[in-house]
């Protein structure tokens, strides 16, 4: 199986490394300008990573969070001093390593292929007997030079502030607007206008509720479903351990498999004897009601510790689509099925709690912490989004619950110190329009999350959707030439437009964006409006 965003990659690698010859000038000088601060970082952290990988070097230690502190010291893609810190979970070609990894993972390829040149297709072969070397990506981010470059420059030398001034001014952005940009290596604000203030954030949201989870759980950690049988009965409890990326489809496509977690089951209930079981499921891990303020809604499940494909009851993944008005027992009725299949008689399930007495028959676990927050970030994913908010509640000690998870996530940005005046959260996946961000908070949590001195949190920029390649921005930016230039969160309510994320400008500096805006009325142009803003930044070699 192939990531998704990975197809796109491999559509678009002859563009993408037009774009990279381009850039390979400024880059190398770039690079030049650097080394002597990487080579200080790669000497203190190399002992440490040594360590950390033992000797084994087993796939799963390599996946672990010491990958990210190792890709920070050693990035190939220097932009500037911040940005190859910042960059760190993205490899030499741009690709980011989690994509890779989990290629190499689930295709059973040998890893990255260092063998191929920026400027030729050509690909390394293995030895004999060894497996192929994983497909690397074409360079995403690259910055610009005058040779090749796709986007030009629209502002000359003019400040920063006369630039975007206009263009945040354009009555598509409705009757309030905030914005901030900050230079990721220096923190220095670029550019600000009304960034304290508070606006109704729409999925934006994410951004907050990804950096609260990584920093609550680790991103190494796992969620856990299982199947339990109780002492001295013939009862089995299907544990929800709240894993949102549970599937049970055919094809799990790497995520935690309810089929396989029926399989292991049987095997362990025919080795006990036991053919015939009464089925129940439990929940508890979550509290209060599971369903959303908006109301039911094809925009998300009822949040639950236990669903299968986010309740979803079409073949969709991502996107709105019908949900199951009970997920959690379609789950464990489908569980069920898949137990009769292996000739285990069972009951209609019903809900229980199993005892602190009851024995672990067989569990499966969902991907690292990171590979989730990559897909809920990329794609928008509201069931995501609230699970993990719940995750981030039972973690630090409230209520797993909407309240309490709002509670969570603003308790983990006060321990980063972030600015959380007037910030307000409710959900975790932005859905409810009483949330309150300002651009001040969202550029301080992306810039927070390229901070070398915490690699757990970058998957919340390599989670970011690629203009005009992956996610949400899929079918963004293709007609102005900034496809690849921008990895942005979108969000989008009924007159709420909003956009914050990373570039790199003209002059290869990586900056941290957020616009909002709040009281448009043409979604569509509020869109294009902020698509314009970004990629005018992308192009931008202002003071």
């Not at 499966?364 to 912490?369: H, I, N």
């Not at 390649?469 to 230039?485: E, K, Q, S, W």
Request: hydrophobic share 40%; with cysteine; aromatic share 4%.
């Amino acid at each position: 199986m192939v990531v998704p965003e990975l197809r796109g990659w491999r559509a678009a690698r002859p563009r993408l490394e037009r774009l990279a010859r381009a850039a390979r000038p400024r880059l190398t000088r770039a690079a030049r300008s650097v080394r002597p601060g990487l080579a200080r970082l790669a000497r203190t952290a190399g002992p440490r990573i040594a360590r950390l990988a033992g000797p084994t070097g087993s796939r799963s230690a390599r996946t672990r969070t010491w990958q990210y502190t190792a890709g920070a010291a050693t990035a190939g893609l220097a932009l500037a001093a911040g940005a190859v810190t910042a960059a760190g979970p993205w490899d030499s070609t741009g690709q980011r390593t989690a994509e890779r990894d989990r290629a190499v993972a689930l295709e059973r390829t040998g890893g990255t292929d260092h063998g191929r040149g920026s400027d030729t297709s050509a690909t390394s072969h293995a030895p004999a007997g060894e497996p192929e070397p994983a497909p690397s990506a074409g360079a995403v981010l690259v910055g610009l030079d005058a040779a090749g470059a796709t986007v030009k420059s629209a502002s000359g030398a003019k400040p920063l502030r006369d630039v975007l001034d206009p263009l945040l001014g354009d009555a598509a952005l409705g009757a309030r607007h905030s914005a901030v940009v900050v230079d990721a290596a220096t923190g220095r604000t670029l550019y600000e206008q009304d960034g304290g203030q508070a606006f109704t954030p729409a999925s934006v949201t994410k951004i907050a509720t990804a950096v609260a989870a990584l920093s609550a759980l680790g991103p190494d950690h796992r969620f856990t479903t299982r199947a339990a049988l109780e002492p001295d009965t013939r009862e089995v409890v299907l544990v929800g351990g709240g894993d949102p990326t549970l599937t049970a489809r055919a094809d799990a496509h790497g995520w935690a498999s309810l089929r396989d977690l029926a399989d292991a089951t049987a095997a362990a209930l025919a080795q006990r004897g036991l053919r015939e079981v009464t089925l129940s499921y439990d929940t508890t891990l979550y509290a209060g009601s599971d369903l959303h303020p908006i109301g039911v809604n094809d925009n998300v499940a009822r949040v639950t510790a236990l669903t299968a494909d986010e309740g979803r009851t079409d073949a969709s993944t991502s996107g709105p689509a019908p949900r199951a008005a009970d997920p959690a027992a379609d789950a464990a009725r489908a569980f069920g099925r898949f137990l009769a299949g292996h000739g285990v008689k069972v009951t209609d399930p019903g809900p229980s709690k199993a005892t602190g007495r009851a024995r672990t028959l067989a569990s499966v676990s969902s991907p690292p912490l990171s590979d989730v927050v990559e897909r809920m970030l990329t794609d928008s994913d509201n069931d995501i989004a609230e699970a993990l908010s719940r995750q981030t509640a039972a973690a630090t000690g409230q209520r797993a619950d909407f309240a309490g998870g709002g509670r969570a996530i603003a308790g983990q940005l006060k321990k980063l110190g972030l600015p959380l005046a007037g910030a307000q959260f409710h959900d975790g996946s932005g859905l409810n329009r009483a949330d309150r961000l300002t651009a001040n908070l969202l550029t301080a949590l992306l810039r927070t999350a390229a901070d070398p001195a915490r690699p757990g949190l970058r998957p919340v920029l390599t989670g970011l959707p690629v203009a005009g390649f992956t996610g949400t921005l899929a079918d963004r930016y293709a007609a102005d030439g900034a496809a690849g230039l921008v990895r942005a969160k979108t969000g989008t309510l009924t007159g709420v437009n909003t956009l914050a994320g990373t570039t790199v400008d003209r002059d290869g500096r990586l900056l941290v964006f957020a616009f909002l805006t709040d009281g448009t009325t043409d979604p569509q142009a509020a869109q294009s409006a902020l698509d314009t803003t970004a990629t005018t930044l992308s192009s931008c070699g202002c003071a």
